[in-house]
Every structure is written in C-alpha cells, then in structure tokens.
C-alpha cells in the first residue's frame, strides 16, 4: 500500500477546513442553516480522518474554527459556540475510540456526559438570558440530561454510520 505525502494530508486538510469553514459561516448568517453547518461542518472535518490524517483533522478543526470566527461569526461568536466545544471534536473522538478499541459503553457514558455539559453551557452562556419563562430555565437541567442524552445516542450511531461512509468515499481518491 502507497504511503499518502505530506502534501496530500495539507490539502485534503485544507479542503476539510474550507468546506467547514463555509458551512459554519453559512450557519452563522442564517439560522434556518445553523444546525446544518454544524453537521456539514463535522462530515467535512471526517475526510482527513478517513486517511488516518489526525494531525491534519486537528488542524483542520483550529482553522476552521477560526476561520469562521474572522469571517463574521466572531459577532455571534455563541452561534458557534456548540461547534467549537463538541460538535467539531467529535468525529475525533471517534477516530480515537475505534483506533483504540476503547469499551463503547464507558466511551458512549464520557461523551454523553461530554454533550450534556456542552449543551448546559451553551445554553447558559447563548440562551439563558432570552428565556423570559421562569419554568424552561428550572427544568432546563433535566431536560438536557435526559432529552438531550437520548438525542445523543441517535446522533452518535449516526456518526460512527456517517464516519463509514466517508470512509468508503475518499478510499476511491487515487491516493
């Protein structure tokens, strides 16, 4: 098997980042798009983990993040906010998980945790202050825990499925 260049893992990186990079700008501008970009934004920092480019997805992350940070999304910084804590590390830490074979009952627990403090703070930091009912923000808690655990368990199947699928899509590069 052909070992993949350094300058292969930079630019399909870079096109990592830019396609992110636009999905989370296009989210932050539109709100209808917002959990869109958040989506595309993880699809598009899966390609370099398909090639095994860790490195690559890291950086790939940082940029993108920054990135849509500078084009505008910096004036609506707690739009990004649930990317930049979760969604945008969480196709890694599923890299990280199926790389090492990590028991996938202890790691599901860890991320679940991970995505329900993710949520609480966004929801503090972005969305606390605009809620004028008094009982959202008394139950908000168990609300995340238990609603937002079990909207996890669907979204991480549907990742570790998506992650599959890219997979299959980049092995066809000639590389």
């Not at 966004?122 to 609603?147: H, K, Q």
């Amino acid at each position: 098997m052909k070992r993949n260049s350094k300058s292969f893992e930079i630019a399909l990186s870079a096109i990592a980042c830019a396609v992110a990079t636009l999905f989370l700008w296009l989210g932050s501008l539109n709100p209808f798009l917002l959990a869109t970009g958040y989506l595309a934004g993880c699809f598009a920092l899966m390609v370099p983990l398909s090639k095994n480019f860790v490195w690559g997805d890291v950086l790939a992350y940082l940029a993108a993040c920054l990135c849509a940070l500078l084009l505008g999304g910096g004036a609506f910084f707690w739009k990004l906010l649930p990317f930049i804590v979760f969604f945008g590390l969480h196709p890694l830490t599923n890299f990280v998980q199926t790389r090492f074979r990590w028991n996938a009952i202890l790691c599901f627990f860890v991320k679940a945790v991970w995505f329900d403090a993710a949520m609480y703070l966004c929801w503090r930091f972005a969305f606390g202050m605009n809620v004028a009912v008094d009982w959202v923000n008394e139950y908000i808690v168990p609300v995340i825990l238990i609603g937002g655990t079990l909207f996890f368990a669907v979204y991480d199947r549907m990742i570790f499925a998506c992650q599959k699928s890219v997979n299959a899509a980049v092995r066809r590069i000639g590389r």
